[in-house]
């Protein structure tokens, strides 16, 4: 595979990074995770953005609209212009002596790269989910690269051959690892409010577009933990997992056979068509 550092594109073997970067002794940077569909960034303007207002939220001056043309370049490189592929980017403060305040003259450091990523058609595996006390900090919705809390969890689940785990913070349900959380109770759609204890996935915001288009009404609240077993449905929504049914949470069972709820399968099917 090919990297992309700071404006050159080599193989991942060459790359350097400097001890020294602030990514790597401090986590102090933000990442994307994005996936072009064809010849088209899947609302690629609102990951771009997202990328600007977390920079933004740490005081990490970089002009993000240089990326369109760097990742353009990478994608020729990488022999992915126009083919189903997802991108990983990474900005950091860049390398400077260690020391906790920011420094002064620092350049950020941008590392970007590409590979093959085809989304399911449409995410017909219901997925089980373990719930887990919401340790990470309290800026949930700055997408920091430093994940420590979101990759515990997230082994704790896979252990336990789950794919997910679920944060519960003050008895309130948040997200997960690397998604965000949605339940359906009488038809009503839920999801934790974009505070700062989640991360405001794009996903997010496109199931709540699809639930107003489909007159499906929803309602930014959290759930309860306690009212974790009285759900009528539940899923995860994200950029690598799209919206995925969730079978089971803990001992509770949605369905018994594994199938998906009628609210998940349509907004799966409108998510379905937004892809082409
Ligand atoms: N994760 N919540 C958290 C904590 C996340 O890390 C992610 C994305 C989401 C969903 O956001 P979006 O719909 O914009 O992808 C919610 C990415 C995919 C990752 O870390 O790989």
Redesign the pocket.
């Given at each position: 595979e090919k990297v992309y550092i700071n404006g050159e594109i080599v193989p991942h073997q060459e790359a350097q990074i400097s001890v020294f970067d602030r990514g790597f002794l401090f986590g102090d940077g933000i990442y994307e995770?994005m996936v072009q569909i064809g010849d088209d960034f899947f609302y690629g303007k609102e990951h771009l953005d997202r990328l600007t207002s977390c920079l933004k939220k740490i005081n990490l001056n970089f002009d993000v609209s240089i990326l369109p043309k760097e990742i353009e370049k990478l994608l020729e490189v990488s022999e992915l212009k126009d083919k189903d592929c997802l991108v990983y980017i990474q900005v950091t403060r860049g390398v400077a002596i260690r020391k906790h305040a920011f420094p002064k003259t620092a350049t950020p450091t941008i590392v970007m790269y590409a590979i093959p990523f085809t989304l399911p058609q449409i995410n017909q595996n219901s997925i089980a989910a373990i719930t887990i006390e919401d340790n990470r900090w309290h800026r949930?919705d700055i997408k920091a690269i430093s994940l420590l809390g979101?990759v515990m969890a997230n082994d704790h689940a896979a252990a336990q051959g789950m794919y997910e785990s679920i944060f519960i913070r003050n008895g309130r349900i948040t997200?997960a690892?690397?998604?965000?959380v949605f339940f359906v109770k009488n038809n009503i759609v839920y999801t934790h409010p974009a505070d700062t204890y989640?991360?405001d996935?794009?996903?997010?915001q496109i199931v709540i577009q699809l639930c107003k288009k489909l007159q499906i009404e929803v309602r930014e609240e959290a759930i309860l933990e306690e009212h974790l077993t009285t759900m009528d449905e539940a899923f995860l929504?994200?950029?690598?997992t799209q919206i995925a049914s969730i079978s089971k949470i803990d001992h509770h069972a949605y369905s018994e056979d594994g199938s998906i709820g009628p609210i998940v399968k349509r907004l799966q099917q409108a998510f379905l068509e937004l892809k082409e």
């Open positions: 995770v949930c979101n997200e690892s690397h998604c965000n989640i991360l996935g794009i996903t997010r929504s994200g950029t690598t």
